[in-house]
């Protein structure tokens, strides 16, 4: 049990250090930084590369503030003295993009000259997407009055043909608009990369020495729990050096391709019954142009109205019953308060014939006297 416990303990010590055991010259003192802060594991509050999801740990940074400067020979001041450079070492890896936008007269001729560009300089087009926003197309006197054609294209082309590609888009039968280039300098995440690479690969190797050696179950488990965890992280940062090599190898270009239409200013003098005439005309065409729309318009609505008018009748007949019901009792009110009134206007006249009758009686006794 001890002998396990030793052989976990060195497993612990060995993945700090295998990274400034395998790695030498200058880049010493950053691999065993990226020894002690593996890609999977770095510190919140990191330096963060978005497009490559790759971030320097503090480890890292402290390391290279604190690396000691290498003396420079003065004859080549070029490269530090008494150490050989790789010529690889110097390139800077820059990635190139542009956006670029482009109007022409003619859409046709132009887009397939675009596509003989690509095809000389060979680039590869990533996306491609046209439209054409005329909407009136299915009228027979439909005239093309302004450009309704646009293509996109995302283009990447070899980096050492890009500016030569970028001159060949003046001449595909366009007028160039609009053109917004940058270049970004990833020199510093790529080499970091690679150094955390060669991190990675010496501690596999060192875990796979460490594995033969195991002696007990719990110890080959401890070395391939820990093995599995470098093999990841070593593959993801390969994938993303092998992303920074073809952005660096292929610039990317977005291009837009909108068609115009030409336009002919003339100024033509008419006498005072063509101007009248033509304003009869265009308000007829006016007129006819609102009759045709009316009629597709009762045209468009018609399902609805037929819709509409059967969910009525429905209703209408669900409730008709109901409505003769209604009308019957208000008939059957009525009449019962005209025979009120009727009774009531009986027995009043009743009584004012019998006062009537008494005061004659009363001036018929009076005149005898």
Not at 47 to 71: C, H, L, Q, R, V
Not at 78 to 91: F, H, Q, R, V, Y
Not at 279 to 289: C, I, Q
Request: with cysteine; glycine share 6%; proline share 2%.
């Amino acid at each position: 049990m001890k002998n396990g416990t030793k052989f976990i303990a060195a497993i612990m010590a060995a993945s700090l250090l295998l990274a400034g055991c395998g790695a030498g010259g200058g880049s010493a003192h950053s691999s065993a930084a990226m020894a002690e802060a593996p890609a999977a594991n770095y510190e919140a509050g990191a330096i963060a590369d978005e497009d490559y999801g790759y971030a320097m740990g503090e480890a890292e940074m402290k390391a290279e503030e604190t690396a000691t400067e290498e003396p420079v020979d003065p004859a080549n001041p070029t490269e530090p003295a008494g150490n050989e450079i790789d010529p690889k070492s110097l390139n800077e890896k820059l990635v190139y993009t542009c956006d670029i936008s482009i109007e022409t007269l003619e859409f046709d001729k132009s887009r397939q000259a675009l596509k003989d560009s690509i095809g000389k300089f060979g680039g590869i087009i990533s996306s491609e997407s046209t439209w054409d926003n005329d909407y009136r197309w299915y009228y027979d006197d439909n005239r093309k009055t302004s450009g309704t054609l646009t293509l996109t294209m995302t283009v990447r082309v070899p980096s050492g043909k890009y500016q030569d590609f970028l001159t060949s888009l003046e001449g595909i039968g366009g007028k160039i608009k609009n053109r917004s280039m940058n270049v970004r300098n990833i020199t510093k995440t790529y080499n970091d990369q690679t150094v955390l690479i060669q991190s990675l690969e010496t501690q596999e190797r060192r875990l796979n020495e460490m594995m033969e050696k195991a002696e007990t179950i719990e110890d080959m488990i401890a070395v391939e729990d820990r093995l599995t965890d470098v093999q990841t992280e070593l593959n993801q940062a390969r994938t993303r050096l092998s992303t920074m090599d073809t952005d660096v190898a292929y610039s990317t270009i977005n291009i837009t391709l909108t068609e115009v239409v030409k336009y002919t200013n003339v100024t033509v003098t008419r006498t005072f019954s063509e101007r009248l005439a033509a304003t009869f005309g265009d308000s007829w065409e006016s007129f006819l142009d609102f009759l045709e729309g009316l009629l597709f318009f009762l045209i468009y609505i018609l399902p609805y109205a037929v819709v509409a008018a059967v969910i009525f009748g429905i209703v209408f007949a669900a409730t008709k019953n109901a409505r003769a019901k209604a009308k019957a009792n208000r008939e059957a009110r009525k009449a019962e308060k005209r025979e009120v009134s009727f009774t009531a206007g009986t027995g009043s006249e009743r009584k004012r014939g019998l006062w009537q009758n008494s005061g004659e009686k009363e001036e018929k006794d009076e005149t005898k006297e």
